[in-house]
């Protein structure tokens, strides 16, 4: 006999069940899919589950064909109510649908996580997702805990006078930022966070929102370093990894090309004592120049931030100050005019970027700019919020699926590179030795 996926739900005190006379739907623009098994992957241990409040489990009654909207547990006897279930999957993963819900009348934002559908299957929690990057940067069980506080009171006492050290050391601790980690265990890539300011309002910005908007996820560093507590910190990691790569640009601090001249400072006293590994910007793009000056200044790649590429919803979106999507590309030409590798951090909403017009957009940006790279990354917001928030309305016969997306661009650009994470120079080189 077939076994098909089961619908997940949680009671208010976040215990969670699976409802076997209903299969789950996934969630695309507001729109409901039945999920193929061949769409589910069992998810990583270091993913979570999430009970989505204000929000009713939306399932397939595959005996009556016909949607189902619970608004009670059904195994209650006192009609208590039940809530939706999401997955937040583990780094190195792209969602192909969302879960699917019914928002309650007045329903606050979701926090700015992503939220993909997730089932039981097989006797295991499975979700609507696909594996793009099989690096282990990020995966917790590499990241020892008791090794990780040793290492910061190593730190403490070789680098005592460090702003920019005793910061990483809060993200590390406090807020259990992964690239943090990294740093202090002296693997993979190590953040420089530098700027507190920005010239965007992402409305999904995880260290800055203004008013009563959601709440961020990690605090905005306070202060600008100075080029040579970045220069330390970035050679210390430098010389203690084998393939390291450093970057500028992290959740936690705004545009660094606000503080264009303090990196370029840097990069220089870094390329002064070591021509080793990548020096990366994750970056807006929204300073041409800046950008020049940085690549000559040693600078090897970027990695730009965009949501779209149609600048009428990149613009809904980062709600830009003082620059355009045409900076955009003017910065991206500046960095392949100096040899430099170009990712794009695509911000996967299904729906929205495996809609047709949006996956025409996008084949024309990769042939005109000529990336070298798509990192697949979610974009953690509010699902539904997200196609109010930028104005755009979907219909369901326009959405090819994201898994089809992402197969057809990296077939279609075949020198492209797929995945989650910086690529190290030996990545980098082993990707074109495979595709020549």
């Known amino acids: 006999m077939k076994e098909f996926p089961k619908l997940l739900i949680a009671d208010k005190k976040g215990n969670i069940f699976d409802v076997p006379f209903l299969e789950p739907l996934?969630?695309?623009?507001?729109?409901?899919?039945?999920?193929?098994?061949?769409?589910?992957i069992k998810i990583h241990p270091d993913s979570e589950l999430f009970l989505l409040p204000q929000r009713s489990p939306v399932g397939y009654d595959r005996k009556n064909n016909k949607v189902i909207t619970l608004k009670n547990n059904p195994f209650s006897k006192n009609e208590e109510p039940c809530y939706a279930v999401a997955a937040f999957l583990a780094p190195g993963y792209t969602a192909l649908y969302n879960a699917a819900y019914s928002e309650a009348a007045g329903a606050k934002m979701l926090p700015l996580f992503s939220y993909t559908a997730v089932c039981l299957y097989k006797g295991s929690f499975y979700a609507a997702g696909i594996l793009v990057d099989r690096e282990k940067r990020q995966e917790l069980k590499g990241m020892d805990s008791a090794l990780l506080e040793k290492n910061v009171k190593v730190f403490k006492k070789l680098f005592p006078k460090n702003r920019l050290i005793r910061h990483l050391e809060r993200c590390a601790l406090t807020y259990g930022c992964p690239a943090a980690k990294n740093f202090f265990l002296k693997r993979y890539e190590g953040p420089l966070p530098s700027s507190p300011v920005c010239n965007a309002r992402c409305i999904g910005c995880i260290s800055y929102q203004p008013g009563n908007g959601c709440s961020i996820a990690q605090p905005r560093i306070e202060f600008v370093p100075t080029p040579e507590e970045i220069a330390e910190t970035a050679l210390y990691h430098m010389s203690n990894v084998k393939d390291p790569v450093v970057s500028f640009g992290q959740g936690c601090e705004g545009e660094p090309l606000m503080v264009g001249d303090v990196l370029v400072k840097a990069v220089k006293l870094i390329r002064k004592q070591t021509g080793k590994g990548v020096i990366n910007l994750n970056t807006n793009a929204s300073k041409p120049k800046v950008i020049e000056k940085l690549f000559d200044a040693g600078l090897n790649s970027i990695r730009v931030s965009m949501n779209s590429a149609r600048e009428k919803y990149y613009s809904a979106y980062y709600l830009p100050k003082g620059y355009g999507f045409k900076d955009v590309e003017r910065s991206i030409n500046k960095a392949k005019d100096k040899g430099g590798f170009?990712?794009?951090?695509?911000?996967?909403?299904p729906g929205f970027n495996d809609s047709e017009k949006e996956v025409h957009a996008l084949e024309k940006f990769i042939a005109k700019m000529k990336i070298d790279m798509i990192q697949w990354r979610n974009l953690n917001f509010d699902p539904k919020e997200y196609f109010r928030k930028i104005g755009i309305r979907i219909k369901k016969e326009e959405m090819i699926g994201v898994d089809v997306l992402i197969k057809r661009i990296h077939k279609k650009y075949p020198r492209l590179m797929k995945g989650y994470f910086n690529p190290s120079r030996k990545r980098i080189k082993r990707s074109k030795e495979v595709k020549r």
């Open 26 to 40: 996934g969630m695309k623009a507001g729109e409901y899919f039945r999920i193929s098994t061949k769409e589910l």
């Open 342 to 349: 170009v990712s794009i951090n695509y911000l996967v909403m």
